[in-house]
């Protein structure tokens, strides 16, 4: 059986090891299946206005670069929205194969905005680095985050967030908040933003960036210009937290092997059977 993935890639070009871990998985994901042909494409959506048509089975949206709010207007965006709004009327006939979709990071707020699932806002500051996420009482139910413990760490950069949950759209999508950023330590009374979301059955977005690995962590961190800058803008102390958890690389790897992964197996068994 041939499966058909499409990664869209949100980076606009600029240098990045998401798109790398992306394709690990993919091929990963491939391998564990005799029975199956998965093969993927990468359509480079901000910045060659490519855009994947709705044939394909799995689509993965990337992270990128800059304001969620940048495609407004933009002819990438339009075909974009377009292709979402193609997936779901999809999905809604029971008698159609389903499509299977992940969103992260930059494509999880855009996600948010598409669906009114809450605000979307610049952060007070940047967060960067390896983070505790921590479970709702939907999370700790979500069969994608089995064997995760209750905060896991993961691979966190952002300017903005999402926040105030829109519980009306939440109840007509039938949708869940799964999983929170970790408490503010200088500012408790500010609101934790949205970190995971299950949209639907078939749709499904995370803030963090759960295809990071050890070696895209390290690619970050342990470059002279990257660590001058976290410290210049977080101080010393950020930086030696964020080089001890690169010392023990098993809680990354475990967030790493256990979101996408599940995702994927979750479609191709789904599709297998359909």
Not at 114 to 136: A, D, M, N
Not at 175 to 195: Q, S, Y
Not at 205 to 230: I, L, N, R, W
Request: net charge neutral.
């Amino acid at each position: 059986m041939k499966i058909k993935a499409a990664i869209i890639d949100l980076y606009n070009n600029e240098p990045n090891q998401g798109m790398r871990c992306l394709q690990d998985l993919l091929k990963e994901a491939n391998e564990r299946f005799n029975d199956i042909t998965l093969s993927y494409d990468i359509y480079e959506t901000r910045y060659k206005n490519e855009i994947p048509n709705s044939e394909y089975d799995i689509y993965i949206s990337s992270g990128g670069p800059g304001s969620p709010f940048d495609g407004k207007g933009k002819a990438w965006e339009k075909k974009y929205f377009n292709l979402l709004d193609k997936i779901w009327s999809n999905n809604q006939n029971n008698l159609n194969k389903k499509k299977y979709l992940f969103f992260i990071c930059h494509s999880f707020q855009i996600m948010v905005r598409y669906f009114e699932l809450g605000l979307v806002v610049q952060r007070e500051s940047r967060s960067f680095g390896i983070v505790p996420v921590y479970k709702t009482k939907f999370g700790k139910k979500e069969k994608f985050f089995y064997g995760l413990n209750n905060p896991f760490l993961a691979a966190d950069f952002r300017n903005w967030q999402t926040i105030q949950p829109n519980q009306k759209k939440f109840n007509e999508l039938g949708a869940k908040l799964l999983c929170i950023e970790d408490f503010h330590a200088h500012n408790p009374e500010l609101e934790r933003a949205m970190m995971a979301i299950r949209v639907s059955e078939e749709i499904f977005g995370t803030q963090f960036h759960p295809e990071a690995d050890p070696q895209s962590m390290y690619y970050h961190f342990k470059q002279p210009e990257k660590q001058k800058e976290v410290i210049e803008e977080y101080g010393e102390e950020k930086l030696k937290i964020m080089l001890e958890r690169l010392e023990t690389p098993d809680n990354i790897t475990l967030t790493r092997n256990t979101v996408l992964p599940g995702f994927l197996n979750n479609a191709i068994l789904k599709l297998k059977h359909c």
